[in-house]
């Protein structure tokens, strides 16, 4: 036990005197001050903007620069009606009415001068013309509402309908009420996101630092030393220990500093619900993220430790690690996939929350996008305990054997062998 | 104090590594154990380190089966190395705690070691940035600092030059005169004369010979003439005489039996000019190699 206290401590101290460490935590508490500060800082200066601008010589220079829409109406009926309808569809461009010829509209195009073009063949059909087809470009959507209510309107008219009550009939609203009776997954998305992002990043970081710190003892011989003045038990211990907790000191560093930057700009951040959704996450929530994250990491940084053993030179280690980066990343694809498609309670997800290795990710997930019974979260933390503990145990046995054999990797026989034996 | 090795067996899956390995070593005395690369040398450390388990066999200091909890040794590995990027001090601060010290207790005789072995210029210095040898001194200190009651050097003076092979000589005899058990391996026969009482040759997982270095080397059968003498063309051609020329110039000569000792030199003074014969008596190195040199 004092050896254990021992290693934890020296091992604790190599990552905080480690400048790497502090340098990457630093970092992100460096960009997510940025960002959470960003609102009042865009503010700050977007308010002095503003104030320039209302001199009339910059207002009116803003007006020329404004991108221009041709409007080509040659042969319908109602051509002003439309050309109003498209100066409200788009208030931010100059509409003009063109009389030009679809070569030389299209020319106006290429040339850039204007940025696109409307070619009306009729109330209810156009062609849209464009350089580039942007991802974001909704002027045509815009646009075919704008004309369908005209068209409505127009006909409505025709069949004897007055002006305002064709108005009303077209404005009429359906207003709606839902109310949840689980969650709301629109809301939690972006914390589960968030969570579950950090989770994987925490497990494989120090996974593999774990496995590389053993090699590198390994490596440079230390071990023949530490060997002799250790239980390999209270070395592999510490060292995983001392792991969960810098990477959970990392954890509550970044997001302890995120959610104080939150509430030093809380009024900024009011208008953007999906920020404030991260911040009020519930404390249950909280609590499974700290039981999951502890257990999750204990049972993969165990394993890791016990495949660096094995490796005699560093740069073996990364082919060692391979299948249980690959298993790991696996589990985080599923619950990604499953995430993203909103159906968190799918067969995978289902059988994820229960396997070890994948139930800290799943079943977070799952508690915090879906609805879970407790005792299906109380049954997968327990086979998750259990698994710890007899993952712990048999990379102790793996690391006793590892440690001292050097040369040829052993062979998973070998391996059986020693967590039996 | 006396560590007694009794009858030590270990197998790695279908490999016998010892065969009932037994020797004893008592403090105030050096022992010497011998043997070639995968003799079992070093498995036989590490049993007696407590590192793993032997299969059979027992460990006994004073008569009793030894208690790891009490007793300290220090271990000087035959593959060095520390923690390369880690300051000095940390690292042998780490090793002394994992030994069982108080840090304070751990700083006291660090630094009184590091003193000793004229490298307290170095305390805070990462250790990579270190010639070879310094960190040797180093890693001595890992062996030494808790104050070990049993030491295991392994080829101890490896890689030193001979200006800190003879400080670390002087720190061996020291400890020694402190009534340390001290365990050596080398394969530096020399050092192995100078320091040892006592030697073990191990073979093939098998103590092959044991014993007194002075006993074993009077022991030895008496079977070959040293000859200096001007002659010694004459006498290598001589059919009844035959020999070896050895690199200090002197002829060794094979008798059929020791019993031919007498004869042979009367046939030797009475036919040729010789200036010095003599029994010859066997170094260490020829112990070795024909003990250690069978391949069983």
């Not at chain 1, 593999?208 to 030393?225: C, F, I, P």
């Not at chain 2, 270990?10 to 020797?23: A, C």
């Not at chain 2, 022991?219 to 004459?234: G, Q």
């Amino acid at each position: 036990m004092k050896q254990f206290g021992t290693i934890f401590q020296f091992e604790m101290k190599s990552y905080i005197k480690n400048k790497i460490f502090t340098g990457v935590t630093a970092a992100l508490v460096l960009v997510i001050a940025v960002v959470m500060f960003f609102p009042r800082i865009t503010e700050a200066f977007g308010g002095g903007k503003e104030e320039d601008a209302s001199g009339g010589a910059a207002a009116s220079a803003e007006a020329d620069n404004q991108a221009v829409i041709l409007l080509s109406l040659s042969g319908i009926e109602n051509a002003d009606l439309v050309g109003q309808c498209f100066k409200q569809t788009f208030p931010e461009y100059t509409v003009t009415v063109s009389d030009s010829s679809l070569d030389e509209i299209k020319d106006k195009i290429a040339a850039g001068e204007v940025e696109c073009a409307f070619v009306m063949d009729s109330l209810t059909s156009y062609t849209y013309y464009v350089n580039n087809l942007s991802m974001y470009d909704h002027k045509t959507a815009a646009a075919d509402e704008a004309l369908s209510s005209l068209y409505r309107m127009d006909a409505m008219m025709k069949n004897g309908i007055s002006a305002e009550a064709a108005g009303e009939i077209l404005s009429a609203e359906i207003t709606h009420e839902t109310e949840n009776m689980g969650k709301d997954q629109a809301k939690n998305f972006a914390y589960t996101y968030i969570m579950i992002f950090a989770l994987y990043m925490v497990i494989l970081l120090y996974g593999q630092m774990v496995a590389s710190n053993v090699a590198t003892e390994k490596s440079s011989r230390a071990m023949e030393l530490l060997i002799t003045s250790a239980k390999p038990v209270s070395m592999m211990f510490g060292k995983v220990m001392a792991s969960c907790l810098a990477g959970f000191i990392q954890l509550i560093l970044v997001f302890g500093s995120a959610a104080l930057f939150y509430q030093l700009n809380k009024s900024y951040w009011s208008g953007i619900g999906m920020i404030a959704s991260v911040f009020n996450m519930p404390i249950h929530l909280l609590v499974y993220m700290l039981v999951f994250f502890v257990l999750g990491f204990l049972i993969y940084a165990f394993l890791f430790g016990a495949i660096g053993s094995t490796v005699s030179k560093l740069e073996d280690i990364n082919t060692a690690v391979m299948p249980l980066t690959m298993l790991f990343v696996a589990g985080f694809m599923i619950v990604m996939f499953s995430m993203t498609s909103g159906e968190v309670d799918n067969i995978g997800m289902l059988i994820c929350s229960y396997v070890p290795f994948t139930s800290p990710m799943a079943m977070f997930t799952r508690i915090a996008m879906g609805t879970v019974p407790l005792y299906e979260v109380i049954i997968s933390i327990a086979i998750l305990v259990a698994s710890v503990v007899a993952v712990g145990y048999a990379a102790a046995k793996i690391y006793r054997m590892g440690v001292l054999l050097y040369g040829t990797p052993p062979k998973l026989k070998a391996i059986l062998k020693a967590v039996r034996g | 104090m006396e560590l007694e090795i009794r009858n030590i067996c270990k197998n790695f899956g279908e490999k016998e590594v010892l065969k009932g390995v037994s020797f004893a070593a008592s403090s105030g005395k050096a022992f010497g154990l011998l043997g070639r690369n995968g003799a079992g040398k070093t498995t036989s450390i590490r049993i007696i380190m407590n590192v793993f388990a032997q299969d059979q066999g027992e460990i006994f200091l004073d008569g009793k089966p030894i208690d790891y909890h009490t007793v300290k040794l220090g271990y000087l590995p035959e593959e060095r190395g520390l923690y390369p990027k880690k300051k000095i001090i940390d690292q042998l601060l780490y090793f002394a705690q994992l030994n069982g010290m108080k840090r304070q207790d751990a700083v006291t005789s660090i630094d009184y070691w590091l003193e000793r072995l004229k490298m307290t210029e170095h305390r805070n210095k990462r250790l990579d940035t270190l010639s070879k040898g310094n960190q040797q001194k180093i890693q001595l200190v890992t062996a030494l600092a808790h104050d070990p009651q049993i030491i295991i050097l392994d080829e101890p003076f490896s890689g030193l030059d001979p200006v800190n092979a003879m400080l670390l000589k002087d720190v061996v005899k020291e400890e020694i005169s402190n009534g340390k058990i001290v365990l050596f391996s080398s394969h530096q026969m020399n050092y192995i004369e100078e320091f040892c009482d006592g030697i073990a040759i191990l073979n093939g997982g098998q103590i092959v010979l044991c014993g007194d270095i002075v006993e074993i080397k009077h022991n030895y059968v008496r079977d070959k003439l040293a000859v200096r003498s001007a002659d010694v063309k004459k006498i290598m051609q001589d059919q009844r005489i035959g020999g070896t020329m050895q690199e200090n110039g002197e002829l060794l000569i094979q008798l059929k039996s020791a019993e031919e000792k007498k004869e042979m030199m009367r046939l030797l003074t009475q036919t040729f000019d010789i200036d010095e014969i003599r029994v010859y008596e066997p170094s260490l190195n020829d112990i070795f190699v024909e003990y250690a040199g069978k391949q069983n």
